[in-house]
Structure formats: C-alpha cells, structure tokens
C-alpha cells in the first residue's frame, strides 16, 4: 500500500459549507426536522462530492486504483458523509453513533451506555484525567463517560455540524466544564506531543485511510504510560478479497458508511504495534456468546427487543419500516420539502444495514474488535 498524502485542511472552507447546508438546524433538536430543512444546493454539492466515489463502482468493478482515490480523498468523504448522515442517525439510532452487545432484556439504550462503561473499565479511566475523544460524533459516548468516569474530555471531529450539535448537548446537560469539542483532521492532529492522559476511539478510526497513521497520530499526543482504548471496525481474517460475495458485503458497509478503506483484523493488530504502542489487551467482542447479537436491532428482529421502547428503533429497520421511509423522504423530495438526494442517502444506509446484518452472520465483519494498548513511559 502507497504512503498516504494527507488532505490539506482549509477550515475557513468547511465552515462556510456547514453554514450554507445546514443553517440553524444545528441549533434544534436535531433528527427527521433537521433532515428536512438543508439548503437544497449545498446538500446536492455534499450528495455529490460523496457518491461520485460509489456511483457505478460495484464491487465487481472494483479496482486498486479506486480505491486508492477514496483514500485519497478520505477527509473529504468523510466530512461530506456525516454532512448526510448525521440527522438520520440521530433520528434513526441515538446520540451515540455505535453497535453494542446486548444482554438478555436489556434495553437499547442502556447498552450503548454499557458497551461505553466497559472501554472505561478496560482502560481505567479516573477522575480528573485528560481524555481525548477521537472522531466523537455528536458527543454522546463523551457526554456519557465524563458523567460516568468524572473525566475531561476533548472531542476531535472534522464535521462543523457534529461539533455544533455537540457543544450544544453538552451546554444542555450541564458538561460544558468537562467537555469540549475541537476542528480537526486526526490523520495530522494540532495538539502538542503528549497532551492527554488517555485517548478512546469508539468505531471513528475506522475512517481513517491508514490505520498506522491514525494510531500513530494518537501515539505522538498520549503521554508516556498513557492508554489507548479503541472498539475498530474491521473486516475478520475470515474474508477473502477474491471471494465476489465477501467484497459486496465489505463494499457495501464502506458506502453506506463513509469509509475509505477498510481493512482486516490481522492488519489492525498489526497498525497499533507498528505505531509503537504496547498492546496489553485485544478481542473481538462480536464473537461473545450473548443472547443476542450486536446487530439485531439493524435486522429488524422483534424477538430480541429488551423493552418496550426498543419497538420503535427496531421497527425503523424492518422492511415495512425502512420501505416507508423510503417512500416518504421520496414523496417529500416530490413536493420540495426535502432536498434531493436525502432518498438516495437513506437507500445507501438500508443497503449498508444489510451488509452489516451479512457480514455478522456470516462472521467476515466486526464493529466491535477491543484493542487496549499503552505509551512505553520511555
């Protein structure tokens, strides 16, 4: 693999589009409303920008130098993707943009705060550390992990809308003392060497067009003795590149994720030694034997659900569910309510949950492989 060139960053750029596109909506609740009231020109440059890398490049097609131009562009992608994406998670899932693992009856959203607790135990996390928070969406692991642990977070994002949305969570929820959110590229962090006591990344890295890159980023502001949590994404050591079926599912996952280039379990164990880290722990906790698998709720099925609440956020991804959301965002783009190409980019998520549910099933994927590793103190 060629050494990655890394995207200039031009922040006076972004946060020109941000308020072109998105307007005041980072100001409300957030969710179907905030989906519906983006500027329709900046949403079609952002709609744009992101599928020129998947239009007509199906998996059969699919070639190195392809992907080499996703990697390429991996900032862009990325920032253009949450750009799309951000309001229909948040309406579709929750504040905290993850799978979890599910234990029998428990509800939705109190194993999200779970899956959250146990990186905080699993790296011993303490009142009054310095934490940063890579890629942290709209900062509800943040949020629930400075109530849960006591700690100061800083989140890294290079999305204007996730760091507006946020900051004004945190202002809401009384956190703005322990949370802050800051513009960045985390393949070329601005933060001094050896900043934080500990740094977390919960399924963000995996954007990342080099893994070394990233953790090596990551490794540079830890101070010495610090830790490093990371639940990655990755494809198992079961996939094979040249299998056709194995390279739809992880293609399809890429797409409707905005993902550049994602790669094997072997090769991310691999990553976080060669950027210099002792790894002390690593698991995927996928293959745990819980009563229900992590991506129940992306297939649809009523039989896990834990609780009552849970109906509705499972209902979204059934068939019937995700078909009338198609049909509305549709007819709503029809009459000009919504912009054109918000049809296109829930399609592109419905497609991408199946390839999620695929490769679960089929063990080729995980969303979940825990990683603890540590700074040398010298």
Request: charged share 25%; proline share 4%; hydrophobic share 40%.
């Amino acid at each position: 693999m060629a050494p990655i060139a890394l995207e200039p960053e031009d922040h006076s750029r972004d946060a020109a589009f941000h308020k072109a596109m998105h307007g005041k909506t980072g100001e409300g609740r957030g969710g179907f409303i905030a989906m519906i009231s983006k500027d329709p020109a900046a949403q079609k440059a952002a709609v744009d920008e992101y599928f020129k890398h998947w239009d007509n490049k199906d998996a059969k097609a699919e070639t190195a130098e392809t992907r080499e131009a996703r990697r390429a562009e991996y900032a862009t992608l990325t920032r253009h993707y949450y750009n799309l994406v951000t309001d229909l998670y948040e309406y579709g899932w929750s504040s905290s943009f993850h799978f979890c693992r599910f234990a029998y009856g428990e509800p939705f959203h109190q194993a999200i705060a779970r899956h959250e607790h146990y990186l905080v135990h699993m790296m011993g996390l303490r009142d009054g550390m310095k934490v940063l928070d890579v890629g942290c969406g709209v900062g509800g692991p943040a949020r629930e992990i400075a109530k849960f642990a006591g700690v100061n977070i800083v989140g890294l994002n290079n999305n204007d809308y996730q760091i507006e949305r946020a900051t004004r969570y945190a202002t809401k929820e009384g956190l703005s003392k322990q949370l802050s959110f800051t513009k960045g590229d985390f393949m070329q962090m601005s933060f001094p060497e050896n900043s934080f006591d500990a740094v977390y990344a919960i399924e963000a890295t995996v954007h990342a067009p080099s893994l070394e890159g990233v953790y090596s980023q990551i490794y540079r502001v830890l101070k010495p003795g610090g830790v490093f949590g990371v639940y990655e994404w990755l494809m198992t050591d079961a996939y094979d590149n040249d299998n056709p079926h194995h390279r739809e599912v992880r293609l399809d996952i890429e797409q409707g994720d905005g993902i550049s280039n994602m790669v094997k379990v072997s090769e991310g164990l691999a990553a976080i030694k060669a950027a210099g880290f002792i790894l002390e722990f690593h698991e995927d906790l996928a293959d745990r034997p819980d009563p229900r698998p992590w991506y129940y709720p992306l297939a649809g099925d009523f039989s896990s659900i834990g609780s009552v609440g849970d109906i509705f956020t499972v209902a979204r991804m059934t068939k019937i569910g995700r078909g009338t959301i198609h049909k509305l965002v549709g007819m709503l783009e029809t009459v000009g309510i919504a912009s054109k190409g918000t049809q296109k980019t829930a399609d592109s998520l419905a497609k991408a949950a199946d390839a999620l549910v695929a490769g679960g099933k089929e063990k080729l994927f995980t969303p979940m492989y825990l990683m603890v590793a540590r700074k040398p103190e010298r």
